[in-house]
Each structure stands twice: as structure tokens, then as C-alpha cells.
Antibody
Framework: EVQLVESGGVVVHPGGSLRLSCAAS????????MHWVRQAPGKGLEWVSL????????NYADSVKGRFTISRDTSKNSLYLQMNSLRTEDTALYYC???????????????WGQGTLVTVPS | QSALTQPASVSGSPGQSITISCTGT?????????VSWYQQHPGKAPKVMIY???QRPSGVSSRFSGSKSGNTASLTISGLHAEDEADYYC??????????FGGGTKLTVL
């Protein structure tokens, strides 16, 4: 059974840093592109970042580019999101998601975790 | 990377059909056949209902269908059921390994 379990969400002051983790199981983590998607309270989904199965390609939404860094550790079957220079508008539930097929980028997300809440108070 | 445009809300009675539109640009929806639709119930993670414009994952009801014309994609739900009441989001590839979601549509089953 595919499982994605996010952790690391806390209350952090503006300008602070935080690292989110996503522990993956039930599939061959090394083979799949992974995403981070966030959802501000009461708002819609916002794509944040992507990393390919081999880690060679990463990209970010303009809203986080230069502040967030996505990475993965195949030895730990884990996905990470390093978040720096946090702003109040980064307050959201952060989901990790896997794509449906291995070794591809242009593939929809099929499994999502339950999310971890990051709060940056004003 | 502007969000795709969806109606804020739609509604229908049980048994009726509804369609949710998702308008982008030639740089996202119009440029690629990589549009997916996600259903999200309150407090739950999103679930993919349609991918690659019109493909339905295994286990998703055939009442859900997708299409695209130009820069606008559409999700149609036929024979509405009470459990279809949820938020729906479109998502499109936007080039250079980036993706963009729509603002979301709240479906109310009357």
C-alpha cells in the first residue's frame, strides 16, 4: 500500500526557516517524480515544487523560487522541502504527492499524503 | 504562473449533469494535453478523477468525463450523486517542469 507521511510543520516566525519531510513507502521511491503542493487555510491548491526520480531536475512556483529547495534521499525513501525566508503567505497545509508512472515528468499525481501544517503568523 | 480560472461554485440536483470549466492560456491548458482534475472532500487529500484531459483512472466512476477545447478544459459529472459534493480542481502542465492549479470549484448537490 502506498503511503506518504509528511512531517515538520510548525509555527515559525516571518523570516524563519523550516524543513518539511515526506516519508514514502509501498512503492519504489527511486523511480518516481515527486511534488509538493500547498493549500492555504480555506483556499485552493497551489503547486509548489517538483523533483524528478533521479533528482536531476527540480523546479518551483514563482512564489517560492529562491526561498525553497526540494530534495530527496533515496536511502531514506524521503522527500524534503527546505523553506527559508518564510512569509505569512506561506501559511498552508503542505502535501507531498507522487506521480502515477515511473521515470516521467508529464504525469499526473496519483497519491497524496495527509499534509503537514506550516503557520507563519503576522 | 497564474492560476487557471474556474467558476467558484456550481450546483445541480441528484441525477442531473454539471460541467466545470477550467480556462488557461496557450502556455498551459492550450499547449499540452496534460490536464488533470482532482476531487477534494473537506479535510481530505485530493483524489485524481481525470488525467491527460480525458482519461479516467481505474476505480473512478464513468460518470466523470473530461474534455478540452483550445485553452479551456472541462469536467463533466453526469447523474449527480450526493457524494459528488466536493471541491474540484483542474491542474495543467505549464512547461519547463512546472504545473499550475485552478482556483477550485465548490460543487453543491441540491
Amino acid at each position: 500500500e502506498v503511503q506518504l507521511v509528511e512531517s515538520g510543520g510548525v509555527v515559525v516566525h516571518p523570516g524563519g526557516s523550516l524543513r518539511l519531510s515526506c516519508a514514502a513507502s509501498g512503492f519504489t521511491f527511486d523511480d518516481y517524480t515527486m511534488h509538493w503542493v500547498r493549500q492555504a487555510p480555506g483556499k485552493g491548491l497551489e503547486w509548489v515544487s517538483l523533483i524528478t526520480w533521479d533528482g536531476d531536475t527540480t523546479n518551483y512556483a514563482d512564489s517560492v523560487k529562491g526561498r525553497f529547495t526540494i530534495s530527496r534521499d533515496t536511502s531514506k525513501n524521503s522527500l524534503y522541502l527546505q523553506m527559508n525566508s518564510l512569509r505569512t503567505e506561506d501559511t498552508a497545509l503542505y502535501y507531498c504527492a507522487k506521480v502515477a508512472l515511473p521515470f516521467g515528468v508529464l504525469i499526473h499525481m496519483d497519491y497524496w499524503g495527509q499534509g503537514t501544517l506550516v503557520t507563519v503568523p503576522s | 504562473q497564474s492560476a487557471l480560472t474556474q467558476p467558484a461554485s456550481v450546483s445541480g440536483s441528484p441525477g442531473q449533469s454539471i460541467t466545470i470549466s477550467c480556462t488557461g492560456t496557450s502556455s498551459d491548458v492550450g499547449g499540452y494535453n496534460y490536464v488533470s482534475w482532482y476531487q477534494q472532500h473537506p479535510g481530505k487529500a485530493p483524489k485524481v478523477m481525470i488525467y491527460d484531459v480525458s482519461q479516467r483512472p481505474s476505480g473512478v466512476s464513468s460518470r466523470f468525463s473530461g474534455s478540452k477545447s483550445g485553452n479551456t478544459a472541462s469536467l463533466t459529472i453526469s447523474g449527480l450523486h450526493a457524494e459528488d459534493e466536493a471541491d474540484y480542481y483542474c491542474c495543467s502542465y505549464a512547461g519547463s517542469s512546472t504545473w499550475v492549479f485552478g482556483g477550485g470549484t465548490k460543487l453543491t448537490v441540491l
